[in-house]
């Protein structure tokens, strides 16, 4: 059966790989690295599916239908509007989408910019259904939680302040954009 998964492919030939690049796009964005990756497992190895995946990448840049700096863009937007991400949990995002570091800091600043943090955070507590902590343990598992989908310890504290959690900071290790110690 050819379209289950593990089962044998014959790879395809340029214009298989433009048809199968074409629906990879129509389905989901993507970024460059990602559709080269999926590109890859079905082109011919060796120089000729490298040169092949290259031709058609370029012709799909072109053609407008590839761009990392949209796919940066709407990426952020998306997560943040959404999701509610915080932004380093975007960042982390778009690192494992193979997005560039310089287009990853320029979408994400332009797209939390003028971002209220605190307000962010109490929009994903509520997306979440989040309920108030009522001891150290619920609390403990408000913070990682808020820290996993992208806020500063700061916000964090705000939040379960405004809350009326009874909180004790301490120094998070605040990482760089596109570091997390959670991925969910």
């Known amino acids: 059966m050819a379209g289950r998964r593990g089962a044998a492919r014959s790879p395809l030939d340029e214009a298989g790989l433009m048809e199968y690049a074409l629906r990879s796009l129509s389905s989901k964005m993507r970024s460059e690295r990602d559709l080269r990756r999926k590109m890859m497992e079905r082109a011919e190895t060796g120089e000729a599916g490298v040169a ?18 949209r796919f940066a863009a709407d990426y952020t937007r998306l997560r943040k509007e959404n999701e509610r991400f915080g932004r380093r949990r975007v960042a ?11 287009l990853a800091s320029t979408a994400l600043e332009a797209a939390y910019a003028e971002v209220d943090e605190v307000a962010l955070a109490k ?36 939040v379960l302040r405004q809350w009326g959690a009874e909180v004790q900071e301490v120094d998070v290790d605040e990482r760089h954009d596109g570091e997390s110690e959670e991925g969910a």
């Open 123 to 158: 929009e994903y507590v509520a997306r979440k259904r989040m309920k108030k902590p009522e001891d150290e343990k619920a609390t403990a598992r408000a913070v990682r939680r808020l820290l996993g989908a992208g806020f500063s310890s700061q916000a964090v504290w705000k």
């Open 92 to 102: 982390q995002g778009l690192m494992q989408q193979g997005v560039p570091q310089e």
């Open 52 to 69: 092949a995946v290259d031709a058609i990448l370029q012709k799909l840049k072109d053609l407008r239908y590839l761009s990392d700096e």
